[in-house]
C-alpha cells in the first residue's frame, strides 16, 4: 500500500494522471470514498494520464461513460444501483474483461460479480485535503505501484 496527500483537486488530478500513465488494458481500478472525497476528480486524472481528450464528466446518472484515449477507457458509477442483477443489464462483465481500462466508483455496489484483480483505491478527507490510499489487489500492479512511488511526490 501507498499513502499520498493532496492538498487540493489538482493535485488529486495529478495523481491520477501519473497513475494512468501505467495502466493497461485489462486494468480495473476501483475508487472508494464518501460523496465529494475527489473519486471523480482522481478520475478525470486518470483518464487524462490515458489520453482521454475533451470533457470528462462523472456518469452519477448514466452509470457508464466511455472514452477513447490510448484505450478504450469505461468510466462507471455505481452510486446508483440497487441491486446486482441491474449490472447484468449494463454489461458490467463486458466491460470487466475487455480490453480497455475500467474506474468504477462506488465498486461495492458490484457485489460477487467484483472480479478478484483490480486496484483499490481510498479516499478520504476534510475540506480540500485527501488521502489516497492505493491498495493493490493482485500481483500485476506491484510494478505500477514501484513505478508510481517514483513519479508522484510522496514526501508531503
Request: charged share 30%; glycine share 12%.
Amino acid at each position: 500500500m501507498i499513502k499520498i496527500n493532496t492538498s487540493n483537486p489538482e493535485e488529486t488530478f495529478k495523481v491520477g494522471e501519473e497513475l494512468g500513465k501505467k495502466l493497461a488494458p485489462g486494468d480495473i481500478v476501483c475508487l472508494q470514498g464518501d460523496l465529494g472525497a475527489g473519486k471523480t476528480s482522481l478520475a478525470k486524472g486518470i483518464c487524462a494520464g490515458l489520453g482521454v481528450k475533451g470533457d470528462i464528466t462523472s456518469p452519477t446518472y448514466t452509470i457508464v461513460n466511455e472514452y477513447r484515449g490510448k484505450y478504450r477507457v469505461n468510466h462507471m458509477d455505481l452510486y446508483r444501483i440497487r441491486q446486482e442483477d441491474e449490472l447484468f443489464d449494463l454489461g458490467f462483465e463486458e466491460y470487466l474483461y475487455g480490453d480497455g481500462v475500467t474506474i468504477i466508483e462506488w465498486p461495492d455496489k458490484s457485489g460477487a460479480l467484483m472480479p478478484d484483480q483490480y486496484l483499490d483505491i481510498n479516499l478520504r478527507g476534510e475540506g480540500t485535503d485527501r488521502e489516497i490510499r492505493i491498495i493493490p489487489q493482485a500481483n500485476k500492479f506491484i510494478g505500477l505501484m514501484a513505478e508510481l512511488k517514483k513519479d508522484v511526490d510522496l514526501s508531503n
